[in-house]
């Protein structure tokens, strides 16, 4: 099964100063990624693929550490339904930068003038202590079945060298997850699968 590595790119804010490389799927060696600087996925090279250009040796090792210790399930999450106000532009579509001598307005970039974002967007989860952005788990979990790797979870595999990343495999590739540092308007707390709470 081929996954879509496009819906794990960065849009234009998030590969703003200079990391146009984001943008799209990375082909390098044999194999191909996609990150948005938040959530990255790596897969085998797609068959006939160019390899892409100046990629930063940081973006190609981050995968170097991952692991698949104790994978299991996702928790179980009914995001919520429907949508609220942008949260950049406050609902009007319009993002207005305020720049030397004067108000520079554009159509905004996370609602792109709708307004409207949904729900998921301003949701998050927490998993043992460690909080996520809901839309993530639910990207996560789109993919063919998906695991945790519970036992190499951000902050207790090894105190000298607490790793910061959440990470995830699925049928044919692995990928990694940033926590957030704080919570999110709307937050749950969930739990592995079958464990005692
Ligand atoms: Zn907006």
Redesign the pocket.
């Known amino acids: 099964m081929a996954i879509d590595l496009q819906q794990f790119c960065a849009n234009n804010d998030q590969a703003c100063f200079g990391r146009d490389y984001l943008l799209r799927p990375i082909h390098v060696g044999d194999w191909s990624l996609a990150s948005n600087g938040h959530i990255a996925v790596r897969v085998p090279r797609a068959a006939g693929s160019d390899v892409t250009p100046d990629v930063p040796q940081s973006v190609l090792s981050i995968f170097d550490d991952h692991s698949t210790e104790d994978a299991g399930e996702l928790p179980l999450f009914t995001p919520p339904i429907g949508e609220c106000d942008?949260?950049?532009?406050?609902?009007?579509?319009i993002?207005e930068d305020d720049d030397y001598g004067g108000v520079t307005k554009s159509t905004?970039?996370?609602?792109e003038?709708?307004?409207k974002?949904p729900l998921l967007h301003v949701t998050s989860i927490e998993i043992n202590e460690t909080i996520m952005a809901a839309r993530y788990l639910q990207q996560i979990r789109a993919l063919p079945f998906p695991k945790l790797a519970y036992g190499f979870w951000p902050g207790r595999h090894d105190p000298e060298r607490p790793q910061q990343r959440v990470h995830f495999a699925f049928e044919g590739g692995i990928g990694l997850l940033m926590p957030l540092r704080r919570p999110y308007a709307t937050h749950f707390q969930l739990s592995r699968p079958g464990a005692a709470s």
């Open positions: 942008c949260t950049r532009c406050g609902g009007t579509g993002d905004c970039d996370i609602c003038g709708t307004g974002i």
